[in-house]
């Protein structure tokens, strides 16, 4: 019975002293810690302050707490020191120069955009009498050689949007009727022109046209589109062989959708039966909307 109860003495000493054990030390440590860094960050705010009376407070007040003297907080922060940039020379205000209010006014913009529009205005005028005068000076030169080898007069000319069109009749001088090889006369105006088209440096479309008369019904054409589309591949063809490079051509039939003149004019059906060779414009497509304008202002130098 007495082993028994001194066991049990044992244990239950044991057990008070678990219920003893103190878990909670760290809160100690914890606490230090957090009051060290509310007097650094104190410390740090009051010098960040330039008002020395008001540090010196502070550091007078710490002193007291920490047991420091006041002389070691205050002297180092009350000495002068000299500055870095001492003996350099002031900076420039940049400021000074510039006006109270620098944006520009509604009025400025609309002049200036105005300006920059009759610019651009006078720019596009000036390439599109440049262009039009090496048209001029390229019909001239083809009328010439239709001149020199007899055929003065076969041709029409006119400036439009796209450049300098050559109108060739091709009743009776390129084609016969309902037929899309060349006859003699027109092989030799192909030749006469050839040179002077091969010297240029636009791009060639070759237009065919037909009258508003309908093909013969069993013919070797279905219709005018036909025909006229065979007759412009022809002029290609023909001027492919006379020295142009084909890349410079181009061939499309127009059937009878842009006669020259009227159906009823007395030479409608001679007229718009023909061949256009048109010398394309190189300048930009504001300065050719410009050309018909400007070849509206000479009538007389467009049929020499």
Request: hydrophobic residues 45%; proline residues 6%.
């Amino acid at each position: 019975m007495s082993s028994g109860g001194q066991g049990g003495r044992r244990r239950g000493r044991k057990h008070e002293e678990e219920e003893h054990e103190n878990h909670e030390r760290w809160l100690v440590s914890y606490a230090d810690m957090v009051t060290l860094l509310l007097v650094t960050f104190v410390v740090l705010y009051a010098m960040s302050q330039v008002d020395k009376e008001k540090f010196a407070a502070l550091a007078s007040g710490l002193s007291e707490t920490f047991g420091a003297p006041v002389s070691a907080l205050v002297s180092s922060s009350s000495r002068e020191e000299p500055a870095v940039l001492d003996g350099l020379p002031a900076p420039a205000d940049i400021a000074l120069g510039i006006a109270p209010d620098s944006r520009p006014t509604q009025e400025q913009v609309d002049a200036a955009a105005a300006e920059a529009a009759l610019a651009e205005a006078r720019q596009v005028a000036a390439e599109a009498r440049d262009e039009y005068a090496a048209l001029v000076a390229a019909r001239d030169r083809i009328e010439a050689a239709l001149a020199a080898a007899g055929y003065a007069g076969t041709a029409r000319y006119e400036i439009d949007e796209r450049g300098l069109v050559v109108h060739i009749v091709s009743d009776p001088v390129l084609f016969d009727a309902e037929r899309a090889d060349l006859k003699a006369d027109g092989r030799a105006i192909l030749s006469a022109v050839a040179p002077t088209l091969a010297a240029l440096p636009n791009q060639l479309a070759v237009e065919g046209h037909a009258n508003h008369l309908t093909v013969t019904p069993g013919g070797p054409y279905p219709s005018n589109w036909e025909l006229s589309g065979a007759r412009a591949s022809t002029v290609v063809r023909y001027l492919a062989g006379d020295g142009l490079a084909e890349d410079r051509m181009s061939a499309v039939g127009h059937s009878s959708t842009r006669p020259l003149v009227p159906e009823t004019d007395p030479g409608a059906i001679t007229v718009n039966r023909r061949v256009d060779v048109v010398v394309l414009s190189t300048a930009s497509a504001e300065a050719n909307d410009l050309l018909p304008g400007l070849a509206a202002g000479q009538p007389a130098a467009e049929n020499p």
